[in-house]
Each structure stands twice: as C-alpha cells, then as structure tokens.
C-alpha cells in the first residue's frame, strides 16, 4: 500500500491495482455531524460512479469508515497532455469527452469539478475521476454550470488551444436547451473575462 496524494477531503492509497478513497475527519465540525457527512458524501459518490463506465470501476464502499475501493487507473491526466497533442488526437479526445459530458448529463449525473485534472487518458480512452463534488440532478441549470466550470479550467490551463478544444468538445453534446442555457447567461453578463466567445 502507498499513499499517493493527501487532499482536504481524503487521503488516496494505491494498493496495486485499486485505490482506496478514506475521508478525512474534520475536527472543526461536531463529530456526529462530521460522521454524518462523510458517511453520506461516501455513499454518493459510491452510487454515481456505479451508474457510469468512463470511470473507475467500483469495488467496495464503506460509508462507515468513509472508504471507497475502486480501480487504479494507470493513465496520464489530461491536464499534463493535451497542449502538446497532435491536432487530429487532441480533436478525437475532446470529441469523446463531449459524449461522455453529455452521456453522463442524460443520466441525470453532475461531476462538480469537470476540469482536466480530473481526467485520465489511458488507452485512448478517458476516465472521469474524482466525484466528492459530484451530484444527481436534472436541472438544467446544474448542467450548464458543470460546463462552464469546464470551460473556465480549459481557459486557464489550456489558453493556447481553448477555442478548438471548447468547440470541439461543445459539438458532441447534443442537449440544445443546456447550451442555450449557457450561451444565455454567457451573453447576458456582457463579457466573459474581458472576452467574448461563441457558443
């Protein structure tokens, strides 16, 4: 077993080919209430990864110990590669992440932090990961903001490819009223950081 990153919300173990999720304590909060939500958050994120397959596979889950075992993914993080990807490979990859935005929207699941850290490349697949923010709605509004959040990551880390990317990633999610949504709120703040950016 090796402890492979110590976060606010948990601590991740690899232990060969899973990873174990264990949910800090936190001592500023009652202890019944600090239990009561961890044990909740754990059972969360437990169902929504078991309703999707673009994510690591789920084993076991605790929500006593506040403990997820799930599949070690060995891949590279988005984040650290998508710069530096040949035109055609990066365009097939943010393709494939509009579907799977889109597909994982369909079922009513919101990830919280859609940013390109939070996805593995791994045999030309991508894996979503980390869902402590993630949440079941059907909301339109939730949709559109998971999205945005995207869309503010791609721009800071991804500034030098961003409209492509964005473009490219927009076109294979297919819910017109989400898009609307956004492209609605977007324009009706005038600007978007000091920029304007088609939909």
């Known amino acids: 077993m090796k402890i492979i990153q110590i976060g606010a919300e948990a601590v991740l173990i690899r232990k060969k080919d ?13 202890k019944e209430i600090d239990y009561k939500i961890r044990k909740s958050r754990t059972r ?3 169902k929504l990864l078991s309703r999707l397959n673009f994510v690591p596979r789920l084993f076991n889950f605790d929500d006593q110990k506040a403990e997820i075992e799930m599949e070690f993914i060995d891949g590279k993080l988005l984040r650290d590669i998508l710069n530096n990807m040949y035109s055609k ?4 990859i943010c393709k494939l992440i509009g579907r799977q935005i889109y597909e994982m929207h369909q079922k009513g699941i919101i990830h919280g932090d ?3 850290s939070n996805m593995i490349l791994r045999n030309n697949k991508i894996y979503f990961i980390d869902f402590g923010l993630g949440f ?3 909301r339109i509004e939730d949709k559109a903001t998971d999205i945005k959040l995207l869309r503010q990551a791609l721009e800071s880390k991804h500034h030098t490819c961003f409209n492509r990317v964005y473009k490219e990633i927009l076109k294979e999610y ?3 009223k989400v898009l609307e949504w956004l492209k609605d709120k977007v324009e009706k703040r005038g ?3 000091g ?3 088609a939909i």
């Open 18 to 30: 899973k990873l174990i999720k264990n949910r800090i304590p936190k001592l500023y909060r009652l």
């Open 89 to 92: 490979k990066r365009k097939e």
């Open 114 to 116: 859609l940013t390109t």
């Open 195 to 197: 920029k304007k950016y």
């Open 174 to 176: 297919k819910d017109k």
């Open 136 to 138: 079941f709605s059907n």
């Open 44 to 46: 969360r994120e437990a």
């Open 191 to 193: 600007r978007y950081k």
